[in-house]
């Protein structure tokens, strides 16, 4: 199984509620990154945390990392619709020297008007 | 600064034939890493490459395989393709500055094997 696995897999909420998305990761990172792909699409960084931070916020997103308990959580605050989309979880650590990047399975989010 | 591009954008071909995908990185970038995404792996990663040179490579047997040119634009080929190969390729660039860089993604190639 891949480095990142996120949960929930599928995720309905009403427009204006809070999304949650959990990520958990099996070995040490330097930093974790978020992505968002709308569907069959690229995809679009959202934010970035270092391995020696706790907490991260980017306008309506807010990122934690618990290296101890090897997670990190994506909160999105009052939703809306476009924000429906698949989102990523995606670890980077050492790997013969260089940097190597392991993307999670994946939240995919719906957003109902 | 333009994105991330990639060429083409879809592309259908049969088994046993080979392809080659194209990815041009954002200007300046020198690491183009290549993504395989499926319904059913998800994202996983295929190599990297840095000054023309491949770096790391992740878990795909030998009929996939790249390249890097001087003006770091990147290539993709799949030799023999077989059904399973049908996916979405992505190929994502970043400056290279260390372990605060991002990747920027491009659009993707969606790839059809029939």
């Known amino acids: 199984s891949q480095q990142g696995e996120e949960d929930p897999q599928a995720l309905s909420i009403q427009e204006g509620e809070n999304a949650t998305m959990n990520c958990s990761y099996k070995?040490?990172?330097?930093?974790l990154q978020w992505y968002r792909q709308n569907s069959g699409r690229g995809l679009v960084h959202l934010i970035l945390?270092?391995?020696?931070?706790r907490e991260k916020h980017s306008g309506r997103l807010r990122v934690t990392l618990d290296t101890s308990k090897k997670s990190s959580s994506l909160l999105i605050t009052a939703s809306r619709a476009a924000d429906t989309a698949s989102y990523f979880c995606?670890?980077?650590?050492?790997?013969?020297?260089?940097?190597?990047?392991?993307f999670g399975t994946g939240t995919k989010l719906q957003v109902i008007p | 600064k333009a994105g991330v591009t990639q060429t083409p954008r879809y592309l259908i071909k049969t088994r046993g034939q080979q392809v080659t995908l194209s990815c041009s990185p954002i200007?300046?970038?020198?690491?183009v890493s290549w993504y395989q995404q499926t319904p059913g792996q998800g994202l996983q990663f295929l190599f990297e490459?840095?000054?023309?040179?491949?770096?790391n490579k992740g878990n795909f047997p030998g009929r996939f395989s790249g390249r890097q040119f001087s003006n770091s634009r990147s290539e993709m080929n799949v030799s023999t393709l077989e059904l399973g190969d049908s996916a979405l390729y992505l190929c994502?660039?970043?400056?290279?500055?260390?372990?605060?860089?991002?990747?920027?993604f491009g659009p993707g190639t969606r790839l059809t094997v029939l």
């Open positions: 994502a660039s970043r400056p290279d500055r260390g372990t605060l860089d991002t990747q920027y």
């Open positions: 070995t040490s990172i330097n930093n």
């Open positions: 945390i270092r391995s020696n931070e």
């Open positions: 995606a670890t980077e650590s050492n790997s013969g020297g260089y940097q190597k990047v392991t």
């Open positions: 200007s300046g970038h020198r690491s």
């Open positions: 490459y840095f000054s023309e040179t491949q770096r």
